[in-house]
């Protein structure tokens, strides 16, 4: 079992259909992207004296290079290493070093020191023997050139993707995805998000060295064109225009890339018919802005939830889900996260790891074909976190009778006032029914009378205001009393990693320097 062979199996059933496109640009039909692959195939091993089970890491912002890359890879036997290209160079020092990857393959726009800090210098000095290669220079283009090789063969066990944690906690942790677990997932998309067909397009608005990126392998093996944006990345007038210029469109998108997508379209009126489907997932998505964009897009959205540690295949809530608004239990169901992928197994549990009864919050436990091997080189973590064949997602959620799965908050953001657990959702959900209210984070906060009390940071619309007596009436008339926020924060934004979620850490630091500065 070798992902590659997806790729040829592709190339050679519909070896003149369209493959990559770059913008509206068409690059290559589905035989010259697996020659590529294959050509790259060959100079990883013969050129570069790779072998089967060797790391290559890719920093680098969405571009067709990416495709190539990953499949050459992959038809080399080697292991792919996917940089979040926004990293600095210590995290990426730290990748390279943790992973021993032998080659890392950069654009000229990242090798500069005003991006890297510094430069290259810092990532080969951490990971002695690494072999950068720029994508923008003659060497890479004779890699896609000379002698092709046949896929060489893999064990579904083997190693395929290390995906690396973001690191909120500590050092990342490298996620090893085996062949196994990304076919797995692979089938998931067709059960149960999407039925990919030729006729469709991928778009990459969202990382391809993330979720966005794993959704290649459902497209390559429908023979369906893969589109990379020109701005490598989300722009909500180029997403619009190349959905209407391709047609039968799909994407990932990160909440808050939904979020920017609906009030475009809503305030300009845009097409968004070329969208066919809309997969969203990564963060929190709240009840009115799901009603929001189901009423601006159509029945065009899917939701997924998963982690790098069983990629993008815990739950979905299918479009009919979404679209079923005569179901008695619909509202609850579009803020749930829907029902368990059809090859894994969910349930949520006690802190003994003992399944609980619907209607009762626990942690969220999942086992299954698309569970990763572990973490690499890291057996204390991935002991804690695969304990009886279950990994232990850390996400505290509650199950319905009907198998809808409906998410609380990480295990870890679970406020503990007076004994009793608050989750920051269910209060984030009733602020946001504010007017005024554009984005707000709810966050524990120390209390030696309580424990934690509940503090709001609050992003407020242009021009308009929130009074905490307005909101603490919203809550009261929502919520039970102590789980209304001691305390508002306004702010003019929340900070947020790479892929849209708000980083609730920075948050609580943030709180602690104003404290100790005394400017609250």
């Known amino acids: 079992m070798n992902l590659a062979h997806l790729l040829a199996r592709t190339a050679r059933v519909f070896p003149q259909r369209n493959a990559v496109a770059h913008g509206a640009h068409e690059l290559w039909p589905y035989a010259e992207l697996f020659r590529r692959a294959a050509a790259i195939a060959g100079n990883l091993r013969g050129v570069h004296g790779l072998r089967a089970g060797d790391r290559v890491a890719l920093f680098l912002a969405n571009c067709p290079q990416y495709l190539e890359l990953l499949y050459g890879i992959w038809h080399a036997g080697l292991v792919a290493v996917p940089i979040n290209n926004k990293l600095h160079a210590r995290e990426v020092a730290f990748i390279c070093q943790n992973s021993a990857a032998s080659l890392l393959f950069v654009a000229e726009e990242l090798a500069g020191p005003g991006e890297l800090d510094g430069g290259w210098g810092a990532v080969t000095g951490s990971a002695p023997g690494l072999r950068i290669v720029s994508i923008d220079t003659p060497e890479y283009r004779r890699l896609t050139d000379g002698e092709t090789i046949a896929v060489v063969p893999r064990a579904p066990d083997d190693l395929a993707w290390l995906f690396y944690t973001s690191g909120t906690t500590g050092q990342p942790k490298g996620v090893m995805l085996s062949q196994r677990n990304l076919l797995a997932m692979t089938l998931c998309y067709f059960t149960d998000v999407d039925q990919a067909t030729r006729a469709d397009s991928i778009l990459y608005a969202a990382p391809m060295s993330h979720g966005a990126g794993m959704y290649n392998f459902a497209h390559v093996l429908v023979g369906a064109r893969h589109v990379v944006p ?126 609980l009864p619907a209607g009762v919050a626990g942690e ?51 406020i503990i006032s007076g004994g009793a657990n608050i ?35 609050v992003v407020c619309r242009a021009g308009l205001a929130a009074p905490p007596a307005e909101l603490d009436q919203l809550c009261l008339q929502s919520i039970a009393r102590f789980k209304r926020p001691r305390n508002y924060f306004f702010v ?14 920075e948050l609580r630091s943030h709180w602690r320097h104003w404290a100790d500065q005394g400017e609250i």
């Open 230 to 355: 020109e701005s490598g990345g989300f722009d909500v007038g180029e997403v619009l225009a190349l959905s209407r210029h391709f047609g039968h469109t799909s994407l990932f998108a990160a909440p808050t890339m939904v979020h920017r997508l609906v009030e475009h379209v809503a305030a300009h009126g845009a097409d968004c018919s070329g969208i066919k489907t809309l997969v969203y997932g990564g963060g929190p998505m709240y009840l009115e802005d799901i009603r929001r964009a189901l009423e601006v897009l159509g029945d065009r959205l899917v939701q997924i939830y998963g982690q790098g540690e069983s990629p993008m295949t815990i739950t979905a809530l299918a479009r009919q889900h979404l679209a079923d608004r005569a179901h008695p239990r619909y509202l609850e169901r579009i803020v749930s996260v829907g029902v368990a992928h059809s090859i894994v197994e969910v349930v949520v549990a006690d802190a003994d790891g003992q399944s």
């Open 364 to 414: 969220v436990l999942v086992r299954g074909e698309t569970v990763m091997q572990g973490y690499w080189r890291n057996p204390e973590a991935t002991a804690e976190t695969l304990r009886d064949g279950w990994l232990h997602t850390g996400d505290i959620g509650v199950l319905d009778d009907d198998g809808f799965l409906t998410l609380k908050d990480r295990s870890k953001d679970v």
């Open 423 to 457: 989750y920051p959702r269910e209060v984030e959900e009733v602020l946001l029914q504010h007017p005024a209210v554009a984005e707000v984070s709810v966050v524990g906060w120390p209390s030696s009378e309580w424990g934690e009390e509940v503090l709001a940071f």
């Open 492 to 505: 003019a934004a929340l900070p947020k990693n790479n892929y849209g979620k708000v980083l609730k850490t």
